[in-house]
């Protein structure tokens, strides 16, 4: 039974970890659309980065108000590529630097809503397993 314990634990942090991130990225996500300068980019090409798992990551070119051209490869990777070459996107970019940007659309939007019910469940779960072992 005290195996069953460490594995609770490790859910709950894992948990706690998604949802750190969740709330991290939605608050980025909310202070890029009160403060960012959004354009049209293209997606310029798709790649394909094997570590533990396969991701693929969006590079997106776009253009700022000064007409400074912008390459840059997205932070989000995802698997299956939820985007093609020569796709048009939304993109939010910072005016004080313009290579921080992010691509606004529902997908983004959702992996954010995934992580945070992610985390939620995960911490609800593992946490009424422990609640139940330490009461006991």
Do not use: W
């Not at 634990?9 to 202070?31: H, N, T, Y």
């Not at 070119?61 to 985007?83: A, F, H, Q, R």
């Not at 290579?99 to 911490?123: R, S, V, W």
């Amino acid at each position: 039974m005290e195996t069953d314990n460490y594995v609770y634990v490790c859910v709950f942090l894992i948990s706690f970890a998604f949802l750190i991130v969740s709330l991290v990225k939605r608050k980025e996500r909310k202070k890029y659309k009160t403060t960012g300068i959004k354009t049209i980019g293209i997606i310029s090409e798709v790649i394909l980065e094997a570590s533990d798992q396969k991701l693929y990551f969006p590079i997106v070119n776009y253009e700022t108000l000064e007409k400074i051209e912008v390459m840059k490869k997205c932070d989000i990777g995802t698997n299956p590529s939820l985007y093609k070459k020569g796709q048009k996107v939304t993109i939010i970019y910072q005016q004080e630097n313009h290579e921080e940007f992010i691509i606004d659309d529902k997908n983004h939007e959702t992996i954010e809503a995934l992580f945070l019910i992610i985390g939620l469940l995960g911490m609800l779960i593992s946490g009424f397993y422990l609640i139940e072992f330490y009461t006991a």
